[in-house]
């Protein structure tokens, strides 16, 4: 076999079987080989990061790893921005990067650049083959690495020569060996573990804590969708009476219509959300990060609050905020034993201020109450209205701006993997190539990408490979002609000076019939459902420009660098 045959085989070995790339010289060996694979596809894209976002997508819609291919040099670098965004999300992808032949790597030969160097910081591990004869090995382990524990990306350089290179194959080219050989500790040789006993005292510990609180709260993140316990999360909030608040990431795994809920908490987080968090006596968070976007400022977050923190990465511990209980455990394990332990009190003291700052929440969506038909949509109705027509199986995919997080707020999540975005890196461009990720692995799934003007124009050439691969994604271009969630902070910080955020826009259902897309433009409210309608009902990919106002602003807000009790519904 040549490497490149290997490289395939080895790939479907793993479970693989959908791979998103695009070619050049120093990969054309692995995709003539490629083509003579019957086993394993590849989805042509147009451009290498967006490959990269969508193995992205299919990876959090399936909870398997993504790959996807490029070529060397220029290939190679395109793919970082969608490494980064995996990277900070979590999310398992393995990229597949053609490398110059060992013969020349160091000698700047043409499309050469150090790849390994340079993800180091944006991936969980990176290896160069160097032997086709390693390549089970690399593929298993760069599979395994991606998925176990936090999970993240991974990167294999794969020389031109060992492409080609010729290997003979006995039948189960042994991987615990050649682990040796790679010099790497074999770790599928470490049990799988339950909960530890250190974990154990200190869920102990937690559900004492939480027995004595007056005013707690459970923030659940992406963590509790990647463990897949989100029904052991509603059964410690159901046993204990505890209201529960999500990150972005989070959405989801809390069903937002619950008594319970508290929504969305951080920068566009519920004023409850936020209120809640500020002035809980103990914060119970899982699964989450405690970023920079949830705390504001670290040294006034919660004053009064004791801080669980359950996380499966120990170093999320104490990295932005104190853990004074930390438990180092998978979110589902670790929810299903809190469970367990969980008392209902009477906390109906907490609840009622609770439902004091509901109210002022209410305050922060738009009303719509008088609107003309004729008006043109706003953001929020054309979320409100996908919800109603997209129906209970769809998946929204978003891009990064104030379309986003309207969609947060506003479209009401229930379960884990109905909704899916870039929270920790924030890349925009992302929204429809990892919607067309997530539509590849589910095609039989309505999937909407809800994209900002901005975004959609970083990821448009992508509409080729829809109508070319027969994707029937729908796309909604949330059109207000502006770099929306910048102009809000010029708006709001930068003294009105809209500098360089006001755009000049094609027509986009031209430019989306000219790839051969079913397109349309809304730019009347009373036409929005019907349009929405419409576009759902196409058998193909189908785009939306929805004309919305440029002067929308997002709220609530808590204004970078201040705390959650900031958070404001209206002009700061
Ligand atoms: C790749 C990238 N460049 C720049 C930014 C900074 N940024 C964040 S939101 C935003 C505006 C997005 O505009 P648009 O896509 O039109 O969405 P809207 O906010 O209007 O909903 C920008 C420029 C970013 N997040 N990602």
């Not at 002035?279 to 504001?296: E, H, Q, S, T």
């Amino acid at each position: 076999m040549s490497g490149g045959q290997l490289m395939c085989e080895a790939l479907l070995a793993q479970g693989v079987d959908t791979m998103f790339g695009y070619p050049g010289g120093a990969a054309l060996p692995f995709y003539r080989d490629l083509a003579g694979n019957r086993g394993l596809r590849h989805v042509l894209v147009r451009h290498e990061q967006n490959a990269a976002h969508a193995a992205d997508g299919y990876a959090r819609a399936t909870g398997r790893v993504g790959v996807c291919v490029a070529t060397s040099g220029p290939g190679a670098t395109n793919l970082l921005t969608g490494l980064a965004t995996a990277y900070m999300d979590c999310v398992p992808v393995v990229a597949i990067t053609g490398q110059v032949a060992r013969a020349v790597i160091g000698t700047q030969a043409f499309q050469e650049v150090d790849v390994v160097g340079m993800v180091g910081p944006i991936t969980k591990a990176a290896f160069q083959l160097k032997r086709p004869e390693d390549i089970p090995a690399v593929v298993a382990e760069a599979v395994r690495v991606a998925g176990e524990g936090r999970p993240g990306p991974v990167l294999i350089d794969f020389p031109k020569d060992v492409q080609l290179g010729t290997v003979t194959v006995g039948v189960g080219v042994s991987v615990r060996e050649d682990h040796a050989a790679l010099g790497r500790p074999d770790a599928s040789a470490e049990p799988t573990v339950g909960l530890s006993v250190t974990a154990l005292a200190a869920i102990e510990q937690a559900a004492a804590l939480l027995d004595q609180a007056e005013r707690p709260v459970v923030i659940a993140g992406h963590g509790v969708a990647m463990a897949g316990g989100a029904t052991e999360l509603l059964a410690f909030a159901e046993a204990s009476g505890v209201p529960v608040g999500t990150t972005l990431l989070g959405l989801g795994t809390f069903p937002e219509h619950h008594a319970q809920a508290l929504g969305m908490v951080g920068m566009h987080g519920t004023v409850q959300g936020n209120l809640a968090m500020h002035n809980a006596d103990l914060i119970i968070g899982v699964g989450m990060r405690f970023d920079d976007r949830v705390v504001g400022r670290p040294g006034d977050f919660a004053p009064e609050a004791r801080i669980v923190h359950v996380d499966v990465d120990p170093r999320a511990f104490g990295r932005v905020i104190r853990a004074d209980v930390p438990v180092e455990a998978d979110a589902r394990l670790a929810l299903a034993a809190l469970a367990q332990r969980a008392h209902r009190r009477d906390r109906s003291a907490w609840w009622a201020r609770l439902g004091t700052w509901t109210d002022t929440h209410a305050a922060c969506n738009l009303s719509r109450d008088g609107a003309s038909p004729d008006d043109p949509p706003t953001t929020p109705d054309v979320v409100t209205t996908l919800r109603q027509v997209a129906g209970p199986e769809a998946a929204v995919v978003t891009d990064i701006g104030q379309h986003q997080m309207w969609v947060a707020l506003h479209y009401g999540f229930d379960r884990p993997g109905q909704t899916f975005t870039s929270g920790g890196l924030g890349t925009m461009g992302y929204g429809l190539p990892a919607a067309m990720g997530v539509k590849v692995a589910q095609p039989d799934r309505p999937v909407w990408a809800v994209v900002g003007d901005g975004g959609f124009q970083m990821s448009a050439p992508e509409l080729s490979t829809l109508v070319h691969t027969s994707i029937a994604l729908k796309v909604v271009v949330v059109n207000n002609q502006c770099l929306g969630m910048v102009r809000q902070w010029q708006e709001l910080f930068y003294d009105g000076i809209y500098s360089h955020s006001l755009l000049a826009q094609p027509d986009f259902a031209a430019l989306a019939r000219a790839h051969g897309c079913w397109a349309t433009t809304v730019s009347r409210r009373g036409d929005l459902e019907a349009a929405l309608r419409a576009a759902a009902a196409q058998p193909g990919p189908a785009v939306m420009d929805v004309r919305v106002p440029v002067e929308e602003t997002v709220f609530p807000m808590v204004p970078s660098g201040a705390t959650p009790a900031d958070v404001r519904c209206v002009d700061l």
